[in-house]
C-alpha cells in the first residue's frame, strides 16, 4: 500500500495523471530563459516537463479528486504534438491505495482546460465513452460553465467537447457560486485569473493545512507573484490573487500542492519563496 502525505487525518496521493512537455517560453512567458532556466530543469531544446497529476484527497468522510490528468482519449497525433512521456493511468494508482474509480465520492476541478479536466471522461474497454468517477459530484465554478459552454476565441482551443460533454445537464456536476465546502475541511473558493472561473482548493484538518493554487502555482518555480503563466487569460487577476493568497499560506506553514510539477508534488516555503521542506515522488512509497 502507498503512503500519502499525512495531513492532520488527511492523506494526499499524487496519481498517474500524464507527463507531457512544453515549451518553456511557452510557460513562463515574459521570464527570461537565464532565470527561469535556473529554478526548472529543461531539455537541451527548452522543453520542460509537466506531470498532471490528479491528487486524491484522503478524508474521514469521504474520497476527493482535485483534477483529472490527460485522460486516455488523446490520438497518436496529440501525442507527439504535446511530447506525451508517459500516459494516464489513475486506475492503477487508486489500486495502489486500495480504491477504484467508483469510490471517489467528489471530483473538484480547479478548471476545465483539457490537461484538467481530461480524465473526467474516459474511453472503456469497449471503446466506448463513459465518467470516468462514476459516483463522483463534480464540482465546476458556474464563471467556468459559462465559459465552456459559450468559449471566447481563445478558450476554445483548452476546452474541448470530448471531456466535458458528458458532464452537460448531468446530476453529477455541481455548479459553485464562489465558495463550497463539501466535504468537512475541503473548501474551493473562485480566483480567476488564469481562467474566468478557476479556483483554488484549501485543505484543513487537525490544525494543519494545504492550499492548491491550480495554475496560478502550476509548480514550484511559479512563487513569485509576477512568475504567471502565458496562458493566463486574465493575467492581472492572477497576479493579484497569487499577492493575496502565497503570503499568509507561507506564514501559516501550509503544504502548497503541485498539479504540474514532477520534482515537487508539494512544498513548504519561506517568504523568499525557499523551500523549506518537500514531498517530492519518492516519498510516495509505493
Ligand atoms: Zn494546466
New binding site residues.
Partial sequence: MANGLKLGSFEIFWLDGGVFELDGGCMFGVVPRALWQKKFPASDDDYIQLSNTPILVKTPDANVIIDTGLGNKLTDKQKKIFRVTEEWDVEASLARVGLSREDIDHVILTHC?F??SGGVVMQNEAAELELTWPKAIHHVQRAEWQDVLAPHRRAVNSYWPVNLDLLRGSELLNLVNGEAEPVVGVKMALTGGHTKGHQAIWLSSEGEKGVHLG?LF?NHAYFHPLWITPYDNFPLDSIAQKEKLIGPAVDEKQWFLF??DPYLLAGKFDRDGKVVEEFALGDQVR
Wanted: net charge negative; glycine share 0%.
Fill in positions: 482546460d490537461d484538467h495554475d502550476p498539479y504540474h
